[in-house]
C-alpha cells in the first residue's frame, strides 16, 4: 500500500480526534441541551457508572429516530464499531464476538467495503448489523441539499448490496461525530435511524494505541445501563482486549444487545 493511500485510509479516524476531546469536555452547567444547527456529538460523565449527558436529549433526539442510549432500565450494552478501513483486527474481534455471541453493529465506509469483502460479507453472514458511515466518509453537517445526503449513503448501500447480496441495514452514523438538525430529518426521510454513542475512548491512532490497562480504565468504570458503545475495529488495543472486556463486563452482569433491541428501533 502507498503511503499516500495508507494516509488517505487513516484520515476518517484521525479527524475524529477532535470529536473525543469534546467529549471529554464537561459540558456548561447553565446551557440546555438542545440540536445545533451544525456541531459534534459531545459527552460529560457526572457520575460515573451513570448514564452520561449528551448534547442533545434522549428526548429531542428521538423526535429524528436518533439514539445515544438504548434501554436505560436494563443492564444491556449496544456493541458498535466504526470501521473506516481494514488492517489485520477485525476479524480477531469478530472472533471474540462469536466466543460471546455478542452481537454488534460495524459502521463501515466504502473504503472498508471495496479493500475487504470477505470481512463484510462475514460480519453479515455471522449476523451482525452491518450499519452506513456513508460512501466517503464526509463532514456531514456540511451538506446542506438532500440530493448530495442521500447520495452519500445510497452509494454505500448500493455497493453493499452488490458486495453482500443483502440490503444494508438502516442504522446510519455521522462521521466524525458530526451533524445537524436538518441531517437527523433528511437521514429520518431515508428511513435511517441514527445511531449517536454513550460510551467511547481514544483508540484509533493506530501509532499510539493506549495499554490494556489505560483501555479497561476508561470502559469498566464508565459503563452503564443502556450503554450504546463505540469503537474502532482499527484498534491493536480492541482486537487484544475485547474477550476479556466482554467477560469482565459480564461479570459486572450486563449482557449483549443488537440495535435493533432498542426501544421503538
Known sequence: MSARRAALLALPCLLLAGVLYFRDQPLPAAAPAVIPASGDWGLSFPTEGESPVGNATVEELAQYDAWYLGDTEQPVIYLTFDCGYENGYTEPILDALAKHNAPAAFFVVGSMVESAPDIVRRMAEEGHIVGNHTYHHP??????????????????????????????????????????????????????????????????????????????????????????????????????????????????????APLTDLPQA
Do not use: C
Request: glycine share 4%; proline share 3%; charged share 25%.
Open 139 to 256: 463532514d456531514m453537517s456540511a451538506i446542506a441539499d438532500e440530493a448530495s445526503f442521500r447520495e452519500e449513503l445510497e452509494s454505500l448501500e448500493a455497493l453493499y448490496r452488490e458486495t453482500t447480496g443483502q440490503e444494508m441495514s438502516h442504522f446510519y452514523r455521522p462521521p466524525q461525530g458530526k451533524y445537524s438538525e436538518e441531517n437527523l430529518r433528511m437521514a429520518q426521510a431515508l428511513g435511517y435511524q441514527t445511531v449517536f454513542w454513550s460510551l467511547a475512548y481514544v483508540d484509533w491512532y493506530v501509532d499510539n494505541q493506549p495499554s490494556a490497562e489505560q483501555a479497561f480504565s476508561k470502559l469498566l468504570p464508565r459503563i452503564h445501563d443502556g450503554a450504546i458503545v463505540l469503537l474502532h475495529s482499527t484498534s491493536k488495543t480492541n482486537a487484544e482486549i475485547l474477550d476479556e472486556l466482554l467477560t469482565r463486563w459480564e461479570e459486572m452482569g450486563f449482557t449483549f
